[in-house]
């Protein structure tokens, strides 16, 4: 084999090598792009379910009850929300405190309402839906018990009722038997222009008092009624 021959075939053993090394840097080169895009891709898909699960969601599905009803129910209790009821700011749907409502929750958690709210207090007698509802506007937690309540129970509400007071109603409901029933009127601020919105009733009913889940109940819904009423003006007396 002359040297000519050698030379040319050394020529191409050579260039065999580079382009075989050039094909596996490009493929190298080609593994680590794939790379970075899958990582970049699973980044964002991580950003994006934080977005989407992690951040717990707004303030209004926080306030209106999905998390708090899971709450009631580990505790015993049935938990509802309905619509919110519209009423007349002016009270002239609800002439008298003795006027006949319909509702859509009983006892009422929205809609119309006399003039004149309750008292905040612990009441030992019934006092008027119409006016209690009132209450619920104005960003109050009405609790009511119905006469087969046992005594120990209703102490116990008494109790929880002593621990932090304010803006908090509690009455008997004759018609509530054996039953205790938290209401409370949700408002969605970021909604107040939506139409047709008027907020939320959330109710939650059950037979024993449950200090961590009214505790949970209270501190979701009060003070987030369709009137901000500031939690000073909201005090037992008041």
């Not at 609800?94 to 006892?107: A, E, I, L």
Request: charged content about 20%.
């Amino acid at each position: 084999m002359g040297d000519g021959q050698r030379g040319r075939r050394c020529y191409h053993r050579l260039r065999l090598g580079q382009e075989s090394a050039h094909t596996e840097e490009d493929r190298r080169r080609l593994l680590i792009l794939v790379l970075i895009a899958a990582s970049g891709l699973l980044a964002l898909g991580v950003v994006v379910a934080f977005l989407v699960f992690g951040t717990g969601g707004s303030d209004s599905k926080r306030g209106s009850g999905s998390g708090i009803a899971q709450t009631m129910r580990d505790a015993g209790y049935t938990f509802n929300t309905y619509p919110g009821l519209k009423n007349n700011s002016s009270h002239t749907d609800v002439p008298t405190v003795d006027t006949k409502v319909k509702w859509n929750s009983n006892p009422p958690t929205s809609g119309p309402h006399y003039g004149q709210w309750a008292v905040w207090n612990f009441y030992d007698s019934p006092v008027a839906l119409t006016m209690s509802t009132h209450n619920l506007e104005h960003g109050g937690i009405v609790i009511h018990y119905g006469p087969k309540v046992p005594p120990a129970e209703v102490q116990k509400l008494r109790e929880f009722y002593n621990e932090d007071p304010n803006a908090m109603l509690v009455a008997p409901l004759p018609s509530a038997g054996d039953k205790v029933i938290l209401s409370a009127w949700y408002f969605d601020e970021s909604r107040a222009k939506e139409k047709g919105y008027y907020g939320e009733g959330q109710q939650a009913k059950g037979t024993k008092v449950d200090k961590a889940a009214f505790q949970a109940f209270r501190d979701a819904f009060r003070y987030k009624g369709r009137e901000r009423i500031p939690a000073e003006s909201l005090q037992p007396g008041m």
